[in-house]
């Protein structure tokens, strides 16, 4: 996309678990996420002859689109790898006719840092990340002066319909920036309430059980983050643990409780600036999931994870899988007095991947 004088440019940012994955699917029960300095770009300009969506991920695929009469958007064709986007567009512009708000064509154009250059996936959550870049060029042109809150809600309800499951703890860390907790709201009185209410009533209302806090992680410790090369197969792995708790509902159910309680124990050790209890809550995490693991023979901490966390834990820290485990991301605390740098070279040498990536946050 040429830059001219009104083009407008938003980032959403991936993410990582820190803890609380598997049990974060159900509503009410706490995780807590991270926000990291990798982006998916949105530039946006309002085009009066027609409206266009490309990306340089997909540089042989591109949509056209224009409203007919009733504002519906009409679409030149149908890209799978523009879902996420497409549902994006057709909620804001819902909303944006709500508000009695004139629609515009405009040229929507992507770029992405979330991905290696070999364009292998890290599990920072893409699909997550382009919806809430989408939301956030829309409401630039629109003007809409969403909170970080309203986006969530849009893309969240975007990213359900297209995707039907997940926590979606990803669109809250790409919405609010930073460290953060969350808990995932009660599906069924979103699909309840919506059949019969506005956007708008939907942006206003308390969505039952979500929850979002921004938490002050300590200036002392650092985050460490180590991929094994090995992408993995999140919606496989959520429908594999999916199976385990149909046949086991008691033995998850526990699961469950333990993944709360050890959570909490973590937001709470953040808080106090506590690193033996952060340290506590981030081992009997791994614990947890090791159980989970062995009981449902689904493996989340492969042989590769297993030595990034150990090395870990050489160097006085305590690490874990970060997300559906089965490979990608391995994270780790660790005091910003101890060398992380001979840490990471101790990873290459078993053939990790160190990312240099930071927590972002926005201001």
Request: net charge negative.
């Amino acid at each position: 996309m040429k830059e001219g004088l009104n083009l407008i440019k938003v980032k959403a940012p991936g993410k990582l678990y820190i803890a609380g994955e598997y049990a974060v699917v159900n509503p009410g029960i706490p995780s807590v996420i991270v926000a990291l300095n990798r982006f998916v770009y949105a530039e946006i300009e309002e085009n009066n002859s027609v409206g266009t969506i490309s990306s340089n991920q997909y540089k042989d695929k591109s949509l056209t689109f224009f409203h007919d009469n009733s504002g519906k958007l009409i679409y030149s064709d149908k890209i799978e790898a523009f879902n996420f986007i497409i549902e994006a567009i057709n909620i804001v512009e819902k909303l944006v006719i709500e508000k009695k708000i004139p629609l515009k064509l405009f040229s929507l154009h992507f770029d992405s840092d979330l991905d290696n250059t070999e364009g292998k996936k890290y599990g920072l959550g893409s699909s997550a990340a382009v919806t809430v870049a989408t939301i956030k060029a829309l409401q630039e042109l629109y003007q809409l002066n969403l909170k970080p809150l309203d986006i969530f809600k849009l893309a969240a309800l975007a990213h359900y319909n297209v995707q039907g499951n997940g926590s979606l703890g990803d669109i809250a860390a790409s919405a609010f920036t930073g460290w953060i907790s969350y808990k995932r709201f009660d599906w069924n009185w979103l699909n309840e309430f919506k059949t019969n209410h506005t956007l708008t009533d939907l942006l206003n209302a308390t969505w039952p059980l979500l929850e979002v806090q921004q938490l002050d992680f300590p200036d002392d410790l650092e985050l460490v983050i180590g991929w094994t090369g090995s992408p993995a197969s999140t919606s496989k792995l959520v429908s594999k643990i999916k199976d385990y708790q149909q046949t086991n509902p008691k033995e998850y159910s526990d699961f469950v409780k333990n993944s709360s309680l050890t959570v909490n124990n973590l937001i709470s050790s953040i808080n106090h600036n506590d690193y033996c209890g952060i340290k506590n809550a981030l081992e009997n995490n791994r614990v947890i999931l090791k159980e989970l693991s062995l009981a449902s023979n689904v493996e989340i901490e492969t042989p590769l994870l297993t030595k990034l966390i150990e090395s870990v834990i050489l160097f006085d820290g305590m690490a874990k899988t970060s997300g559906a485990g089965g490979g990608d991301c391995g994270i780790g605390i660790i005091s910003k007095s101890n060398n992380y740098k001979e840490l990471y070279q101790k990873w290459e040498e078993i053939g990790i991947t160190p990312l240099n990536f930071r927590v972002y946050i926005e201001k």
